[in-house]
């Protein structure tokens, strides 16, 4: 747990960057920092690891001042990774993962192996290892960054727009990935970043911070996007609020309707004109086909291809893209195994959209 109480900085030049901040980033839970750009948002997070120094107010690491706390002990228990990973140009990819545990004097060998581990983590193949950061791609480096602060395994992990400076797509499959490692590891984490999807995306906890570091809210995404605090945070958060507030409904309670199935390659009984979900030879759905009353086997050029829905894992949003897409407006809906589970109409996005916009209507917000 990392604890700001009262925090405050000025620089010499009278600017206010963190104007009285308090906030605690949970063990083993991603806490965001967003807001726009010159809002203390990197001033906030290097003063956790002393880069610098706050004017006022205490931040604890796991209880303990970091500023009663020696300031290298403190350090090798925070894992750091800054936009462009910022990689020692004249270093090899393998040296730079090991540049802490060899300032640790930990072992050489155990250390390059727990290295090429980590590079793997990351979805780097070994043959990166002896690589220079010159030779990658941006979206490499900062894998690269990554693992670098992962390998003296600190508890906590402070990351500054780790994923700003790489394409959107790279950005996803980051993100993605990122997420996928901190699901194992579950590293105390706090992340900046001006983009509000992303902040939606990977925190548990996110804290929105306006102008002059002044903390505009704390809440969870969901909370968050039901509920603004007041007009800058709705702002903030766009247009979309409604749309992203669906990807925090979880259709797991959902009551799941029946269709008729169908192998690929089999013909089916279903009376002509009646839908049917296509299954592949292990029966998990495809898509969806219109029984002729032929009884002809169903060929696969017949199939609408469609996106299912995970029953455990699927949202409303995911719910009303899947309806969105299908030709007859149902969703398909599989279980963990990917086989077919039963169907959703979207309706209950809508019948459910006033539970999840109440908070955003009570808050009194002008429309
Ligand atoms: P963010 O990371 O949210 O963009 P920063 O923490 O970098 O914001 O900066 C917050 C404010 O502090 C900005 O107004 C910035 O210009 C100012 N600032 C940052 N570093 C310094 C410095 N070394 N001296 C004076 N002002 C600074
Ligand atoms: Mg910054």
């Given at each position: 747990?990392?604890?700001?109480?009262?925090?405050?900085?000025?620089?010499?030049?009278?600017?206010?960057?963190?104007?009285?901040?308090?906030?605690?980033?949970?063990?083993?839970?991603?806490?965001?920092?967003?807001?726009?750009?010159?809002?203390?948002?990197?001033?906030?997070?290097?003063?956790?690891?002393?880069?610098?120094?706050?004017?006022?107010?205490?931040?604890?690491?796991?209880?303990?001042?970091?500023?009663?706390?020696?300031?290298?002990?403190?350090?090798?228990?925070?894992?750091?990774?800054?936009?462009?990973?910022?990689?020692?140009?004249?270093?090899?990819?393998?040296?730079?993962?090991?540049?802490?545990?060899?300032?640790?004097?930990?072992?050489?060998?155990?250390?390059?192996?727990?290295?090429?581990?980590?590079?793997?983590?990351?979805?780097?193949?070994?043959?990166?290892?002896?690589?220079?950061?010159?030779?990658?791609?941006?979206?490499?480096?900062?894998?690269?960054?990554?693992?670098?602060?992962?390998?003296?395994?600190?508890?906590?992990?402070?990351?500054?727009?780790?994923?700003?400076?790489?394409?959107?797509?790279?950005?996803?499959?980051?993100?993605?990935?990122?997420?996928?490692?901190?699901?194992?590891?579950?590293?105390?984490?706090?992340?900046?970043?001006?983009?509000?999807?992303?902040?939606?995306?990977?925190?548990?906890?996110?804290?929105?911070?306006?102008?002059?570091?002044?903390?505009?809210?704390?809440?969870?995404?969901?909370?968050?996007?039901?509920?603004?605090?007041?007009?800058?945070?709705?702002?903030?958060?766009?247009?979309?609020?409604?749309?992203?507030?669906?990807?925090?409904?979880?259709?797991?309670?959902?009551?799941?309707?029946?269709?008729?199935?169908?192998?690929?390659?089999?013909?089916?009984?279903?009376?002509?004109?009646?839908?049917?979900?296509?299954?592949?030879?292990?029966?998990?759905?495809?898509?969806?086909?219109?029984?002729?009353?032929?009884?002809?086997?169903?060929?696969?050029?017949?199939?609408?291809?469609?996106?299912?829905?995970?029953?455990?894992?699927?949202?409303?949003?995911?719910?009303?893209?899947?309806?969105?897409?299908?030709?007859?407006?149902?969703?398909?809906?599989?279980?963990?195994?990917?086989?077919?589970?039963?169907?959703?109409?979207?309706?209950?996005?809508?019948?459910?959209?006033?539970?999840?916009?109440?908070?955003?209507?009570?808050s009194g917000l002008p429309s």
């Amino acid at each position: 747990m990392i604890e700001f109480t009262n925090v405050v900085k000025t620089y010499d030049n009278g600017t206010t960057a963190v104007a009285d901040l308090s906030f605690v980033a949970p063990t083993g839970k991603i806490t965001v920092l967003v807001g726009p750009s010159g809002c203390g948002k990197t001033t906030t997070l290097r003063m956790v690891n002393r880069l610098i120094e706050q004017t006022s107010g205490s931040i604890l690491l796991g209880g303990e001042d970091n500023a009663q706390t020696d300031t290298i002990q403190m350090r090798r228990k925070i894992g750091y990774v800054i936009q462009n990973a910022g990689l020692f140009p004249h270093q090899t990819v393998l040296d730079n993962v090991c540049a802490v545990p060899y300032l640790n004097k930990s072992d050489k060998q155990a250390s390059r192996d727990r290295a090429l581990e980590l590079l793997e983590l990351v979805g780097l193949d070994r043959g990166y290892a002896s690589r220079y950061p010159w030779q990658l791609s941006g979206g490499q480096q900062q894998r690269v960054g990554v693992a670098r602060a992962l390998a003296a395994d600190p508890p906590y992990m402070l990351m500054d727009e780790p994923f700003s400076a790489v394409d959107p797509i790279v950005r996803k499959q980051l993100q993605a990935e990122f997420l996928r490692i901190q699901a194992d590891l579950a590293k105390t984490i706090v992340m900046v970043t001006h983009d509000i999807d992303e902040a939606l995306k990977l925190g548990d906890q996110i804290v929105v911070l306006k102008e002059g570091g002044i903390l505009a809210q704390i809440g969870s995404p969901a909370e968050i996007l039901a509920a603004p605090a007041d007009r800058f945070v709705a702002d903030f958060l766009g247009e979309s609020r409604g749309y992203h507030a669906l990807n925090f409904a979880s259709i797991a309670e959902l009551e799941l309707q029946p269709a008729p199935t169908v192998r690929l390659g089999e013909s089916s009984a279903a009376g002509a004109g009646t839908w049917i979900v296509a299954c592949d030879a292990n029966d998990r759905p495809l898509g969806w086909v219109r029984a002729d009353g032929s009884g002809e086997a169903v060929a696969a050029g017949r199939v609408t291809i469609a996106q299912n829905v995970s029953q455990s894992r699927g949202n409303h949003r995911e719910l009303l893209d899947a309806a969105l897409t299908s030709p007859n407006g149902l969703a398909i809906v599989v279980d963990e195994q990917g086989g077919f589970a039963g169907t959703l109409s979207p309706d209950v996005v809508i019948r459910d959209a006033a539970a999840i916009g109440r908070g955003a209507r009570e808050s009194g917000l002008p429309s």
